[in-house]
């Protein structure tokens, strides 16, 4: 089982820059891919952006070129570095690691708001 905590979420204003943070309660060294997804009142969770053991990474087209996604094994951690943050881009950001299609978990989540 892997427990995952998230932070670093807040009030931010357009162009403004954020870190979230996910930390585990455990190596993340095996596991097949951490991702952050997020979700907005009345929208489907969505991916953001997701990093496999390798270092390969995946990201929506909407955060392609502002969001960064990086983990430090040693740590137990997976960030998510937010650059020129949109309106859009408010919502709750909610950690996962996927070990399997039969194990995956998720964090409880951490409020991005976005307001000039």
């Known amino acids: 089982q892997v427990h995952l905590v998230e932070s670093g979420g807040g009030l931010v204003q357009p162009g403004w820059s954020l870190r979230l943070s996910c930390a585990a309660s455990?190596?993340?060294?095996?596991?097949?891919?951490m991702g952050w997804f997020r979700q907005a009142p009345g929208k489907q969770r969505e991916l953001v952006a997701s990093?496999?053991?390798?270092?390969?990474?995946d990201y929506a087209e909407s955060v392609k070129g502002r969001f960064t996604i990086s983990r430090d094994n040693a740590k137990n951690s997976v960030y998510l570095e937010m650059n020129n943050v949109k309106p859009d881009d408010a919502a709750v950001y909610f950690c996962?690691?996927?070990?399997?299609?039969?194990?995956?978990?998720w964090g409880q989540g951490t409020q991005v708001t976005v307001s000039s």
């Open positions: 455990r190596s993340i060294f095996s596991i097949a891919a």
């Open positions: 996962r690691a996927y070990l399997q299609r039969t194990l995956v978990y």
């Open positions: 990093i496999t053991t390798g270092g390969n990474t």
